[in-house]
């Protein structure tokens, strides 16, 4: 039975940190790309950030580059999401997936292939 479990949000004051965590079992953590969505009341699901398999590669949409990083601790099938520079248009559930490919569109967005799972997300609000 796959489990995927995110941890870490919060409520925090804009200009403040959050580390968000994403643990997943049963499944085989480094067939996939990992990634992190977001949904804040009234708007869809938005796709922030991706990492392939190895690390190697890493994408962010617009909106989160140079205040958001993300990264992946195979050996603990772990996933992280660093967020700094917190503003209150970062309010959302955030929920991990677990894709079988992602990548930078030239537009600015994450293309993502099969999501084969998601987290159950978590809440992350920012205060002005």
């Known amino acids: 039975q796959v489990q995927v479990v995110e941890s870490g949000g919060g409520l925090v004051q804009a200009g403040g940190s959050l580390r968000l965590s994403c643990t997943a079992s049963?499944?085989?953590?480094?067939?996939?790309?990992m990634g992190w969505f977001r949904q804040a009341p009234g708007k869809e699901r938005e796709g922030v950030s991706c990492?392939?398999?190895?690390?190697?590669?890493?994408y962010y949409v617009d909106s989160v580059k140079g205040r958001f990083s993300i990264s992946r601790d195979n050996a603990k099938n772990t996933l992280y999401l660093q967020m700094n520079s917190l503003k209150p248009e970062d309010t959302a559930m955030y929920y991990c997936?677990?894709?079988?490919?992602?990548?930078?569109?030239?537009?600015?967005?994450?293309?993502?292939?099969?999501?084969?799972?998601w987290g159950q997300g978590t809440q992350v609000t920012v205060t002005s």
């Open positions: 997936a677990a894709s079988t490919e992602c990548a930078q569109h030239s537009r600015g967005y994450i293309y993502w292939g099969h999501i084969a799972y």
């Open positions: 049963g499944l085989t953590f480094d067939d996939y790309a």
């Open positions: 990492i392939s398999w190895n690390s190697g590669s890493k």
